[in-house]
C-alpha cells in the first residue's frame, strides 16, 4: 500500500490528487494519513470488468472506501454527471453502495468499501438460483424508485456509436450493415409497441453485481444509468446469463410474477440491440484508446458474435411481431 506523496506513476498521482481533494472537501473522515491500493484493473475479456477506469482501495482513519478514477479513453460513452447522481440516488434505495464524494474535474468518485462479505458475481452467479431471486428483488427496487431525470435509449445511443465510427474511420464488421438493419426494425417496433419508463442500471453484466450475506445483492457502476423500459435491463442481465429460453423465462416469472413469454421477447430484443452497440463501441475503443493492452477489439467481436447468432436464429422474428 502507498501513503501520500509516496505515488510513483501517472496513476497513483491521480490517486493522490483525488485524495487530497478529498481532505480539503466538507467529508468527514477520521484521519488524515490515507493509505491506498489498487484493487481493480481493466479487464475487458472473457470477463469485462473496470475498463471505464481504475479502482482503489483507500485506508483512512480504521475506515475503508472505493475510490474510483475514470479513464479519458471513455469521455466520448459517459456523462459523469449523471452516473454519479444515479450511484447516489440508487445508494438511497438500498440498491448500490454509498456514494460518499464526486468530482467531475478530477473524473473521481469515492464509495463506501463493501467488506470481505461481499464479493464481485462471476458467470456462475447469474444464473445461481439462489441469486436470482436476489437480483431481481434488486431490479424491482430500482424500478420502483424515483427518476434519474435523465432518459436513455439503447438504440439512440447505438445511433450515436455508429456515427462516431463512421466518422472515426473505425472498421466495423463486414455484416454490420444487416445487422443494424435488423436492430433498427427492433427499435421502430418497440416505438410503436410503447414502454414504461423507470430508473434502470443498463449494463447488469455479472462483474456489475455484488454478492453479500445472506446472497443479498447490489450494483455497481452505473455509468449507462437512466430512466428506460425496465426490460433493458432484464434483457442485458439475460444475454449473458441465460442463453436458453426456459431458465430466462423462470428469471422473467421471478421479475414480474409472470412466466410471459412476450415479457421475454422483448427483454431479448433488447439484449440483442445492446449487443450491437457494445460492439461498436468496443470496436472504436479499440480504434482509438491508448491503453493498448486492454483486449476492446476482442470484446468487440464477441458482442457482435452473439448479436449476429440472435439475429440468425429463427425465434428473432417470432419476437419481432410478438412485441
Known amino acids: 500500500m502507498r501513503r501520500m506523496c509516496e505515488g510513483k506513476s501517472q496513476d497513483e498521482g491521480r490517486v493522490e490528487a483525488a485524495l487530497a481533494a478529498v481532505l480539503q472537501s466538507n467529508l468527514h473522515i477520521g484521519g488524515r494519513a490515507p493509505v491506498y491500493t489498487r484493487v481493480t484493473s481493466p479487464v475487458a475479456s472473457p470477463m469485462h470488468s473496470g475498463v471505464d477506469g481504475d479502482g482503489w482501495r483507500v485506508d483512512m482513519g480504521g475506515d475503508s472506501f472505493f475510490l474510483k478514477l475514470h479513464d ?11 452516473s454519479f447522481k444515479a450511484a447516489a440516488a440508487a445508494a438511497i434505495v438500498g440498491v448500490a453502495p454509498k456514494l ?14 463493501k467488506g470481505m462479505d461481499w464479493r464481485t458475481a462471476l458467470f456462475d452467479d447469474s444464473w445461481n438460483p439462489d ?23 439503447i438504440f439512440d445511443t447505438l445511433e450515436r456509436y455508429v456515427e462516431l465510427a463512421r466518422g472515426r474511420g473505425v472498421k466495423l464488421p463486414g455484416d454490420f450493415g444487416w445487422m443494424l438493419g435488423n436492430v433498427r426494425d427492433v427499435a421502430a417496433a418497440m416505438l410503436a409497441a410503447g414502454a414504461d419508463r423507470c430508473p434502470c442500471h443498463g449494463d447488469l453484466i455479472a462483474s456489475n453485481i455484488m454478492i453479500g450475506p445472506p446472497r443479498d445483492a447490489i450494483f455497481v457502476d452505473w455509468d449507462e444509468a437512466g430512466d428506460a423500459d425496465p426490460y433493458w435491463d432484464i434483457g442485458v442481465y439475460m ?21 410471459d413469454r412476450r415479457l421475454l421477447a422483448r427483454a431479448r430484443l433488447y439484449g440483442i440491440a445492446t449487443d450491437l452497440a457494445w460492439a ?24 457482435a458474435l452473439r448479436c449476429r447468432v440472435a439475429l440468425h436464429d429463427p ?7 410478438s412485441l
Open 72 to 82: 479519458g479513453d471513455t469521455a466520448d460513452f459517459i456523462d459523469l454527471g449523471a
Open 100 to 113: 460518499l464524494w464526486s468530482d467531475l474535474g478530477l473524473g473521481a468518485a469515492m464509495w463506501e468499501y
Open 131 to 153: 441469486v436470482v431471486p436476489k437480483v431481481a428483488g434488486t431490479l424491482r427496487r430500482l424500478h420502483g424508485s424515483q427518476s434519474f431525470g435523465v432518459t436513455r435509449s
Open 239 to 259: 444475454a449473458e446469463a441465460f442463453p436458453f429460453d426456459e431458465p430466462a423465462l423462470a428469471m422473467i416469472e421471478e421479475y414480474s410474477g409472470r412466466a
Open 280 to 303: 461498436v463501441r468496443s470496436l472504436i475503443l479499440a480504434h482509438q484508446a491508448r491503453r493498448r493492452d486492454v483486449e476492446y477489439f476482442k470484446y468487440g467481436q464477441w458482442r
Open 315 to 321: 425465434k428473432f422474428e417470432q419476437m419481432l411481431r
